[in-house]
Nanobody, 127 residues
Framework: QVQLVESGGGLVQAGGSLKLSCAAS????????MAWFRQSPTKEREFVAA????????????SVNGRFTGRFTISRDNAKNTVYLQMNSLSPEDTAVYYC????????????????WGQGTQVTVSS
């Protein structure tokens, strides 16, 4: 079992930054690939970014439009069993509940690939 607890959400003005954290607990938590998803009331849950267990490989969602690459950075510190999402140049369109998830699989995009989920943290970006 892996437990995930997100933190770091809040209210920020457009153009600002936030850094989300996801603390993982469980004996094998550091061996899972980790990801961030987000969901707003009017949209389906959306893949944001993922990172492999060592931190050496990252993957960002919506690569066609590049909505996350360059603005968001996923990282992890296995010594602290924590995954981070640094978000810069935030806009109101980034307003959502952000979820942390863990997977033992290799297909990182679909939410159905993930074995464990956190409860989410709200990010609100004001214009």
């Amino acid at each position: 079992q892996v437990q995930l607890v997100e933190s770091g959400g809040g209210l920020v003005q457009a153009g600002g930054s936030l850094k989300l954290s996801c603390a993982a607990s469980g004996r094998t938590a550091s061996r899972y690939a980790m990801a961030w998803f987000r969901q707003s009331p009017t949209k389906e849950r959306e893949f944001v970014a993922a990172i492999n267990w060592s931190g050496g490989t990252t993957f960002y969602g919506d690569s066609v439009n590049g909505r996350f690459t360059g603005r968001f950075t996923i990282s992890r510190d296995n010594a602290k069993n924590t995954v981070y999402l640094q978000m810069n140049s935030l806009s109101p369109e980034d307003t959502a509940v952000y979820y942390c998830a863990a997977t033992s699989g290799a297909n990182w995009g679909p939410s159905g690939s993930y074995d464990y989920w956190g409860q989410g943290t709200q990010v609100t970006v004001s214009s």
